[in-house]
T-cell receptor, first 114, second 111 residues
Framework: ETGVTQSPTHLIKTRGQQVTLRCSSQ?????VSWYQQALGQGPQFIFQ???????GRGNFPPRFSGLQFPNYSSELNVNALELDDSALYLC?????????????FGEGSRLTVL | QQQVKQSPQSLIVQKGGISIINCAYE??????FPWYQQFPGKGPALLIA?????SEKKEGRFTISFNKSAKQFSLHIMDSQPGDSATYFC??????????FGSGTKLNVKP
């Protein structure tokens, strides 16, 4: 059983650019959530995808968007990067909808915006 | 509005001592309260979790105490070890697995 994998692990972008982060969910999991973790802070919910549909969104602007594919892998896209977007972006997979249970996190993608 | 408040921000404990981290929440709809452990360069990993129908849950050296009326819950680490040194996050969730995390407690267990 493979865990949650994310790519790339580190990347550096400049303000105004666009970035795409990728996530492969754990085997058997159909739900993927994305979290932003600023340095020294707890993860903040960005959005969740269930069966390729967005299923909840946190307080993030529309320039944060996502996709989920038929194999349940997912992408997080951020347009018009700002300095405050510098953070660790965590992908988490889980099973079920309407059932609160364990999130399995990947190791994250560290984004630095200069 | 911070849904889950965590304290202390940092904690230093001697090896063999008890580490205690506290969290408070506002939303009474929350029905799942996990604690996550995060090592540098890694994603958070579930340590232990509780649902509001019980007041305490113990797994090995880790215990969650839950006070529904006070809307508080805490993590106790007994016989703390240097390998427990990490950042701990409390969280709360309901419904569709949207989690609200606390701001984290950096635990340092001195040998």
């Amino acid at each position: 059983e493979t865990g949650v994998t994310q790519s790339p692990t580190h990347l550096i972008k400049t303000r105004g650019q666009q970035v795409t982060l990728r996530c492969s969910s754990q085997s058997g999991h159909n739900t993927v959530s994305w979290y932003q973790q600023a340095l020294g802070q707890g993860p903040q919910f960005i959005f969740q995808y269930y069966r390729e549909e967005e299923n909840g969104r946190g307080n993030f602007p529309p320039r944060f968007s996502g996709l989920q594919f038929p194999n349940y892998s997912s992408e997080l896209n951020v347009n018009a990067l700002e300095l405050d977007d510098s953070a660790l972006y965590l992908c988490a997979s889980s099973t079920g909808q309407g059932i609160t249970g364990e999130l399995f996190f990947g190791e994250g993608s560290r984004l630095t915006v200069l | 509005q911070q849904q889950v408040k965590q304290s202390p921000q940092s904690l230093i404990v001697q090896k063999g001592g008890i580490s205690i981290i506290n969290c408070a929440y506002e939303n009474t709809a929350f029905d799942y309260f996990p604690w996550y452990q995060q090592f540098p360069g890694k994603g958070p990993a579930l340590l232990i979790a509780i649902r509001p129908d019980v007041s305490e849950k113990k797994e090995g050296r880790f215990t969650i105490s839950f006070n529904k009326s006070a809307k508080q819950f805490s993590l106790h680490i007994m016989d703390s070890q240097p390998g427990d040194s990490a950042t701990y996050f409390c969280a709360a969730s309901w419904g569709f697995n949207k989690f609200y995390f606390g701001s984290g407690t950096k635990l340092n267990v001195k040998p």
